[in-house]
């Protein structure tokens, strides 16, 4: 096992060294020598700085989104539907997950089209689609994660005991106070490992951007875009999300979520 | 639970919403398929068949599927033998760094795709390159098995956990030998977190796209990388459909079988 070990480390490694280096403007050949000048130019070149700030933005809205989704959609799967409904929507919410994420990725890429089907469904309205662009991508994306969020809270809804429920509700807590007051801290470590994906996947995904996002720039599409003719600068964008991702996944063991995934 | 008639109504409907949101992108690239035209303007008004038999006989999409489930079976078996491994050493051995070790193994799923894509292409062009080891079907592989074997180690791991290392004692007390042992009582043990963990690594590796785009030499194509090169070609725009198409039923019917055989509801 220690080739792949090596291999995968090291390459993580030499990738942070490689962030240092710098490349020749005339040749594209790689200088080994340390320089910060690739982290000078991401901080404050602002096309790139607002590159890795939208970046982020985008994640955290996917995030929100699918939480948003998630809860209700697990409220009613847990303790409202019947056992039979309760399996077909567990398959119906999982199934998806293995259809490939190019087809849905180009599933949602015909569904943005302009003249196609969401202009379609929104013109008798007197509306248009969103076409191509950043709310698009965040739909998508929300689309292709959805899953990771909603199958652990389903899995944390179901645990909660129906008593606790009663129990709320003989002391006079409506619906909506009962889940906000019981059900929530009990689900926060459903969400946080949940997130967990949602957020790290939007982080790095650069293909839907490319074919949802219009002129959308995320950072995939700057490392990808960069790969060949600056790998030190790609490099150094490519620790962005190693860092961001880290420093959740630090907050997210103090949570105690890590042991739900 | 204690809840009015309304919200019970509202919470079946939006339900009902979610589940429409997810399949109907999926339907329409299946009615898209048999579209006539190749402008793919909405509402569809002439249906063929054809862009099926082009499909169907379309060199570059089999020399994709060849090599996609070449990457996958090599990367699955990689995955299947260290995965394993890893997950005996971690839940049978106490040693110093295991928890360092735990996390990364976890770390390939945890970082986004891009960076492990990354991180690789920028060892081979770099390191092995001048040793003789370019970007080829080798790299390729090397990338895939990184997550695979998260999704073994996983699945094998969680198993492993829960087994009752009591019936190996007895085995062993009884004379049964190391081997014989693992043969007939370890093995059958977690052998369906084996199978389904190899099942899921094949998946994955057969979906894979942004590793496989930073690690794959220049003309070599998996099947997710043929339809990402296809995808913006006016030309190929039906052909790609098919696929997509095809994609969403072979991949979709398996599971719904296996998870309809498993029965219903087992969380």
Same mark, same amino acid.
Not at chain 1, 50 to 77: D, E, F, K, S
Not at chain 1, 88 to 111: D, Q
Not at chain 2, 38 to 65: C, Q, Y
């Given at each position: 096992m220690a080739w792949l070990g090596v291999l995968y480390i090291g390459s993580l490694v030499l990738l942070f060294i490689t962030a240092f280096w710098s490349t020749d403007p005339f040749t594209s050949k790689v200088i080994p020598g340390f320089t910060l000048e690739n982290f000078r130019e991401i901080l404050t070149v602002?096309?790139? *700085? *607002?590159?890795?700030?939208?970046?982020?933005?985008?994640?955290?809205?996917?995030?929100? &989104?699918?939480?948003?989704?998630?809860?209700? &959609?697990?409220?009613?799967?847990?303790?409202?539907?019947s056992p039979r409904?309760?399996?077909?929507?567990?398959?119906?919410?999982?199934?998806? &997950?293995?259809?490939?994420?190019?087809?849905?990725?180009?599933?949602?890429?015909? @569904?943005?089209? @302009?003249g196609g089907p969401l202009d379609w469904l929104l013109t008798p309205l007197g509306l248009n689609g969103p076409g191509y662009g950043t709310a698009a991508l965040v739909? @998508?994306?929300?689309?292709?994660?959805?899953?990771?969020?909603?199958?652990?809270?389903?899995?944390?809804?179901? *645990?909660?005991?129906?008593?606790?429920?009663?129990?709320?509700?003989?002391?006079?807590?409506?619906?909506?106070?009962?889940?906000?007051?019981?059900?929530?801290?009990?689900?926060?470590?459903?969400?946080?490992?949940?997130?967990?994906? @949602?957020?790290?996947?939007?982080?790095?995904?650069?293909?839907?951007? *490319?074919?949802?996002?219009?002129?959308?720039q995320v950072i995939g599409t700057v490392i990808a875009s960069n790969i060949n003719l600056n790998p030190p600068l790609a490099a150094a964008f490519a620790t962005v999300p190693v860092v961001v991702v880290v420093a959740y996944l630090f907050l997210a063991r103090k949570s105690g979520a890590l042991q739900q995934l | 639970m204690t809840l009015s008639r309304p919200a019970k109504v509202l919470l079946r409907v939006f339900a009902g919403l979610v589940m429409a949101a997810i399949y109907l992108p999926l339907l329409l690239v299946i009615l898209n398929s048999f579209?006539?035209?190749?402008?793919?303007?909405?509402?569809?008004?002439?249906?063929?068949?054809?862009?099926?038999?082009?499909?169907?006989?379309?060199?570059?999409?089999?020399?994709?599927?060849?090599?996609?489930?070449?990457?996958a079976t090599i990367a699955t078996v990689i995955a299947l033998v260290?995965?394993?491994?890893?997950?005996?050493?971690?839940?049978?051995?106490?040693?110093?760094?295991?928890?360092v070790v735990n996390l990364l193994v976890v770390l390939p799923i945890a970082l986004p795709g891009i960076v492990t894509g990354v991180a690789l292409n920028n060892t081979f062009k770099t390191v092995l390159e001048p040793l003789g080891i370019g970007l080829g079907l080798f790299s390729v592989i090397v990338g895939?098995?990184?997550?695979?074997?998260? !999704?073994?180690?996983?699945?094998?791991?969680?198993?492993?956990?829960?087994?009752n290392r009591g019936l190996e004692e007895a085995a062993m007390d009884m004379g049964a030998n190391l081997p014989r042992t693992?043969?007939?009582?370890?093995?059958?043990?977690?052998?369906?977190?084996?199978?389904?963990?190899?099942?899921?690594?094949?998946?994955?590796?057969?979906?894979?796209?942004?590793?496989?785009?930073?690690?794959?030499?220049?003309?070599?194509?998996?099947?997710?990388?043929?339809?990402?090169?296809? !995808?913006?070609?006016p030309n190929q725009a039906p052909v790609v459909n098919v696929i997509a198409a095809v994609l969403i039923i072979v991949s979709m019917i398996p599971v719904y079988l296996s998870q309809r055989l498993t029965g219903d509801d087992k969380r």
């Open positions: 602002p096309a790139y *700085q *607002q590159t890795a700030l939208r970046t982020v933005g985008i994640a955290l809205a996917v995030t929100a &989104l699918c939480a948003l989704l998630a809860l209700p &959609l697990g409220l009613y799967m847990a303790k409202i539907a409904m309760r399996a077909v929507l567990a398959i119906g919410i999982t199934l998806p &997950l293995w259809a490939g994420y190019l087809v849905k990725v180009f599933s949602w890429r015909i @569904t943005f089209m @302009t739909v @998508t994306l929300s689309y292709l994660w959805f899953p990771y969020m909603a199958v652990p809270v389903y899995a944390a809804f179901r *645990q909660i005991p129906d008593n606790l429920f009663d129990a709320s509700a003989d002391l006079g807590a409506k619906g909506w106070t009962t889940v906000r007051t019981v059900a929530l801290p009990l689900l926060k470590p459903a969400f946080i490992a949940g997130s967990i994906f @949602t957020f790290s996947l939007s982080l790095g995904d650069y293909i839907a951007a *490319q074919f949802v996002g219009g002129t959308t | 579209n006539a035209t190749t402008s793919g303007a909405f509402p569809i008004s002439d249906f063929t068949t054809r862009w099926w038999v082009a499909a169907w006989h379309n060199e570059g999409v089999r020399a994709a599927l060849w090599t996609s489930i070449q990457v260290l995965g394993t491994m890893i997950a005996f050493a971690l839940s049978r051995y106490a040693f110093f760094g295991k928890n895939h098995a990184t997550f695979c074997v998260v !999704m073994v180690f996983n699945n094998v791991q969680a198993r492993l956990g829960r087994m693992f043969i007939d009582v370890t093995f059958p043990g977690f052998r369906s977190a084996f199978i389904g963990g190899g099942l899921l690594a094949f998946a994955l590796s057969f979906d894979e796209i942004v590793v496989t785009t930073f690690t794959a030499p220049p003309g070599t194509e998996t099947l997710p990388i043929w339809i990402f090169n296809n !995808m913006s070609r």
